[in-house]
């Protein structure tokens, strides 16, 4: 195992937190905040973007921000953490008692926020939250309840249909009240320090979970001085909408849950680029003294910047490449062949590209197989223009010998014992790239 260290991150929690601006959203974030403090009605935006754009941690500076505003109370929620949670509700309101101080010594506003989940929980067990929030009925919920009615009517005398039609008008208006005094103890809460409730990671939560979060901060939440801010993907979101209500239209109905709904600002090439750069020296921060890992690493940062530009790669997808880059560097020993430009292809290859991976694990693999792919030439190592990722790949692969490629096969040879510049690829594969363990690695 190589003594060297390398700095892992894995969420870049706290790391996001500590840059300066990496995207360049400091304006945006700014923006968002004075839209929540300068509004009197409670507000949902949703930050509409796709899978792997940075929504979580725009979220999490966001929220760091928040902390240090006077002037509102911030709250964050993990909708997927919590997912296997069947109760939203319960779920929202504990998060929301929470960052109000309103423990279980509170025994006012916990009993009114019990009142409510108890109901919740009753109704649940009919399958019928949507009813009970006056929310929107289904078909199949209103059958299901004349049949239930006509089956309790059947069973009961004339004389004792009046006292229950007294206890089904009772009740109802029972869990109204409840829901009602629920909402006025949150409102008279928020009154002075209005809150802000960040909700992240609905688009990766249970479509049936997802819905259901956007139907409880309607029906229970949407009262003065509070503000949901929802990060997901509006694809998602509608998608969840018609797997529980079949052939609507998810677009029309789920803007009856959102106040405003926004996007990231649009990026030059250049503020893009700046972007990426810094996103990836972050991933790729490292502890070492060594040259040797100081020059490898700095390679494969270059590499990724130009893969981020030139495949449209997502941050997600910057995230997992960068990961498998420091556990090969870290698991491989510290004195075997480490070629940057041949680790930073095969790993990439690995991940996004597994039909060529195998390819070049079983030795079948070609120069013209990925050409294409990276942008690499076929220029002499002497060629004004010569790159060199392409030269090591070409010679690796085509191993083309003569004037200006023997000095690679010398380079091989005396550093590394190797005579054949097309066994690097086998080598590099069984010493570097598959020597980290993984589910499924054959």
């Known amino acids: 195992m190589s003594e060297r260290k390398f700095s892992f991150v894995l969420s870049n929690k706290g790391a996001i937190e500590a840059e300066e601006d990496i995207f360049g959203r400091n304006n945006f974030r700014d923006g968002i905040i004075s839209l929540f403090k300068n509004s009197a009605d409670p507000l949902v935006v949703l930050l509409d973007e796709p ?3 940075g929504k979580t941690f725009f979220a999490e500076r966001l929220y760091a921000k928040l902390k240090q505003e006077v002037e509102l109370k911030p709250i964050y929620f993990d909708a997927f953490v919590n997912d296997h ?18 423990t279980k010594t509170d025994k006012s506003a916990w009993d009114k926020t019990k009142k409510v989940a108890k109901i919740l929980g009753r109704v649940a067990l009919k399958g019928a939250v949507r009813a009970a929030t006056a929310g929107a009925i289904q078909g199949s919920d209103l059958g299901e309840a004349e049949q239930e009615a006509a089956k309790e009517l059947a069973n009961v005398a004339e004389a004792e249909l009046d006292q229950l039609i007294d206890s089904k008008l009772k009740n109802f208006s029972q869990d109204r009240l409840a829901f009602d005094s ?7 809460n928020a009154a002075e320090k209005p809150i802000v409730f960040i909700v992240d990671e609905l688009d990766r939560c249970k479509p049936t979970y997802a819905l259901s979060v956007l139907e409880t901060i309607k029906h229970f939440f949407s009262v003065a001085g509070v503000h ?34 926004t996007n990231f600002p649009v990026q030059t090439e250049h503020e893009k680029k700046q ?20 020059q490898t ?12 530009l030139q495949g449209n790669y997502s941050l997600r997808d910057l995230e997992k490449l960068s990961f498998m880059i420091k556990a090969a560097l870290s698991f491989s020993p510290p004195k075997n062949l480490r070629l940057a430009p041949i680790i930073a292809v095969l790993l990439d290859l690995k991940l996004f590209e597994p039909r060529l991976y195998q390819k070049a694990r079983n030795g079948t693999l070609r120069f013209r197989d990925i050409r294409e792919r990276y942008g690499f030439n076929d220029r002499h190592p002497q060629e004004p223009g010569r790159d060199f ?11 083309p010998g003569g004037q200006g490629w023997e000095g690679f096969g010398n380079e091989l040879s005396f550093n590394f014992g190797i005579d054949d510049p097309k066994d690097v690829i086998e080598l590099t594969i069984r010493n ?3 020597v980290f363990p993984e589910d499924g690695a054959s």
């Open 432 to 434: 570097v790239i598959d």
């Open 85 to 102: 949670e069947e109760d939203v509700f319960i779920a929202l309101a504990s998060e929301m008692l929470s960052a109000l101080g309103l």
């Open 182 to 188: 629920f909402r006025s103890m949150l409102a008279k």
């Open 51 to 53: 899978w792997g754009t």
């Open 297 to 308: 690493l700095k390679l494969l940062k270059e590499f990724l910047l130009k893969r981020s």
């Open 228 to 261: 949901f801010f929802l990060i997901s993907n509006s694809n998602s979101l509608e998608a969840s909408i018609q797997h529980a209500y079949g052939d609507v239209n998810g677009r029309a109905y789920l803007q009856k849950f959102v106040s405003l709904t």
């Open 389 to 399: 990722f392409s030269i090591w790949w070409k010679c690796c692969l085509d191993n």
């Open 275 to 294: 972007g990426f750069e810094k996103f990836i020296n972050l991933l790729l921060k490292m502890e070492s003294k060594n040259q040797e890992d100081v």
